[in-house]
């Protein structure tokens, strides 16, 4: 079956360079997630949109920004990067009316420098 | 005090032994409840939903008490390929609204 797809799989950046991750959920999900998860650290919410709406906000850096397309893919915009950005971006996706289970990609890591 | 709290471990266990692992959250107004397994470097993977009437998958059993806000994992006859993170989590709002909050994982190790 299809699964997230997420791409880079992994990314080095310089400090205060922009970044770009991009999502492809599973077909016909509606929900799209971000999370952070930084070195020995849980993953950390950021942002999530619902129907290409956003539909809730977690810790996510004004520095960061997100959307989802017509075609349902996400991309998670981070600028002037910082070190501490250093970490594994999960995009996840889920279905309404599948009881919300929510899976994961296999995640994009970036390293700032 | 962090919203959904777990003994880090590691638990280092024999082959075949039973393992018990324990979360705690703090939101009352929590609705839907997981472990995920995590392993090194890769994504979470959803491991089993967690109910009020208890559910089992196999060897792992999932525990709710919605009174006491705690959530419990029983491992069963434990397996070298049992050696991950678990993950305890929690979804506050549900629907397609909610998100998930982590625990930060409790690490098993199954030894030989």
């Known amino acids: 079956a299809a699964g997230v797809i997420q791409s880079p799989r992994h990314l080095i950046k310089e400090k205060r360079e922009t970044a770009t991750l991009k999502c492809y959920p599973i077909p016909r999900h509606d929900t799209v997630y971000w999370y952070q998860q930084g070195p020995g650290q849980d993953p950390q919410f950021l942002i999530s949109f619902y129907e290409k709406m956003q539909s809730d906000k977690g810790s996510i850096p004004d520095r960061f920004s997100a959307q989802q397309f017509s075609d349902y893919h996400s991309e998670l915009n981070m600028s002037s990067l910082e070190l501490g950005d250093s970490a594994l971006y999960f995009c996840a996706s889920s279905f309404t009316n599948s009881g919300n289970t929510i899976y994961f990609g296999e995640g994009s890591w970036l390293t700032v420098v | ?112």
């Open chain 2, 1 to 112: 005090r962090k919203e959904v709290e777990q003994d880090p471990g590691p638990f280092n266990v024999p082959e075949g032994a039973t393992v018990a692992f324990n979360c705690t959250y703090s939101n009352s107004a929590s609705q839907s409840f997981f472990w995920y397994r995590q392993d090194c470097r890769k994504e979470p993977k959803l491991l089993m939903s967690v109910y009020s009437s208890g559910n089992e998958d196999g060897r792992f059993t999932a525990q709710l008490n919605r009174a006491s806000q705690y959530i419990s994992l029983l491992i069963r006859d434990s397996k070298l390929s049992d050696s991950a993170t678990y993950l305890c989590v929690v979804n506050i709002r549900g629907g397609s609204q909610g998100n998930l909050i982590f625990g930060k994982g409790t690490k098993l190790s199954v030894k030989p």
